[in-house]
């Protein structure tokens, strides 16, 4: 399945996901680890283990730690 992917703070990314993937499986399509973002869908925040729903319009991936500036 197609899905958009709004990465706060970058540029919106096209990712391919298997028919079956979880929201854990479109963390790691678009270069992050399950531990350091939280997905939101519709602005509310989904489990990492939960089934994309392709048909979702506002998937949002907030990265929770940023480092190395000060």
Not at 3 to 20: F, M, S
Not at 33 to 56: Q, Y
Request: glycine residues 8%.
């Amino acid at each position: 399945m197609h899905v958009t992917v709004d990465v706060v703070g970058e540029d919106p990314r096209e990712v391919e996901l298997a028919p079956d993937a979880t929201y854990a499986d479109l963390v790691r399509a678009v270069g992050y680890s399950v531990h350091e973002v939280t997905v939101l869908v519709d602005g509310r925040p989904v489990p990492e283990d939960r089934p994309v729903d392709a048909e979702r319009e506002d998937v949002r991936v907030l990265r929770l730690v940023k480092g190395g500036e000060r």
